[in-house]
């Protein structure tokens, strides 16, 4: 348990611990705090909100940067935060930050990430969570601009905190500092993944497949995610973790439910 | 590809192909359209909205059940979703069901829920969803009331949709039919798990853990999915996957993000 005042700030991803994107983000926040890593030992790209309920878990702490503390986890981004807080912090760390995500996350991507169930998941726990995705899927994608960004949000929630329920979506696209135009508010495109499995027969002829699909936006709206990434800005989109389609209760309670 | 002019419905759940919670869904189904299952091959509880994307996916017909198409899968529940539309069925389903889960995913459960995570794929895909679950974890757990429901909600579907964009998480208490005093429209409480990892050691001395967690209830509202639940109401909440927290736009928008 840290004596400090600074602010204790956790630090994980869904790439792994060895992934630049979290040495990047943790750069990125060390002015800002006492920082301590928890991350998977392992990739976890696409686990969403999975979480390690059939099989145990293991942490480890690794030597990879001197005097901070960095722990490797067997288990999911979202096991990542529950171990960190319950097990290594003891207490909950005044903020939570995951990635910087090799890949974007913006528009519907949210539902499959990692990277940002790990941040929804610290949201879940009342701390003010922020995850941050990068439009660069490259190993030696270039973080520099990401940093600066990253670093300002981070500040700009220890400061202000977050509305209550709430988490953010921050992607930050492919440019280098001086071409990017600034942070939008953004709402989540309403965009999907058209699945197109590709079809294969292993050595003993039995088929496999592989998940390959295509995204597709039919959002034209100004406001969305996608239009800010694509029109050199950085979207922010606060997420939130009740799921409830309030506007649709209305419509069901219109319905006749009765089988007696 | 059918020639029926009857719906087509996909049936999936998150216990794997042999629960009995699957089987009774499918049961209740039957005379509503025609069914294709296909499940993972192993249960996949918790497994949220993950997909399979640094591994290759099977799929198997196996012959469980007569005269239906039953196909087991190495995925998880999403992918099952995502492979049946592009390689079983060849079409979206009329309507995609999950379930009937052994246990609750009712309030925050919906997030880690692999049961609720097939529904929503389904309804991304813009298919009519619903996911079904009983507060009764047992393998020989009572599914007869459920059914019942079940199958009336679903026809309820099938007659009216669903509006834009949502789906519906169906939680069923452990209660006779006759005990069941109706179907309540909630929204989703604003519960949490709080964790308390297992600590163990292995024959070589090294640690490991176990998830486990107390559930905390601390919404009082008697609009929700829990006040239901607990009152012997069986709770329909709707579901969206536009996580936007559009509520805090506002504040977001005061902020300065200013690094130039």
């Known amino acids: 348990m840290t004596q400090s005042k600074r602010p204790v700030i956790l630090v994980t991803n869904d ?93 519907i991507n949210v539902i499959y990430s990692g ?24 190993l030696d994608a270039d973080f520099s601009a990401a940093k600066i960004y990253a670093r300002r949000i981070a500040q700009l929630i220890l400061e202000n905190g977050l509305p209550k329920g709430t988490l953010l979506n921050v992607n930050i696209p492919k440019m280098t500092f001086d071409e990017i135009k600034g942070v939008k508010v953004c709402r989540q495109a309403m965009a999907k993944w058209v699945e197109e499995f590709d079809e294969r027969t292993d050595p003993t002829k039995r088929k496999y497949y592989w998940l390959t699909g295509k995204f597709i936006n039919e959002d034209k709206g100004q406001d969305t995610d996608e239009w800010a990434l694509a029109n050199g800005y950085i979207s922010v989109v606060p997420v939130q973790f009740d799921f409830t389609a309030h506007h649709a209760i209305p419509f069901l309670n219109g319905l006749d439910y009765n089988v007696k």
């Open 15 to 107: 790439d792994g611990i060895t992934a630049p994107g979290l040495h990047a983000l943790v750069d990125a926040m060390k002015d800002l705090g006492d920082i301590t890593v928890v991350a998977p030992d392992s990739p976890q790209s696409g686990m969403g909100h999975a979480i390690t309920i059939n099989n145990l878990l293991r942490v480890d702490k690794v030597d990879l940067h001197g005097n901070h503390n960095w722990y490797q986890c067997s288990g999911t981004p979202v096991d990542c935060v529950k171990l960190a807080i319950d097990k290594i912090l003891h207490r909950k760390p005044d903020l939570c930050v995951s990635g910087i995500n090799h890949g974007s996350n913006s528009s």
């Open 115 to 138: 990277t940002m169930s790990a941040a929804m998941e610290g949201a879940i726990e009342g701390i003010p969570s922020a995850g941050f995705s990068m439009l660069d899927y490259a």
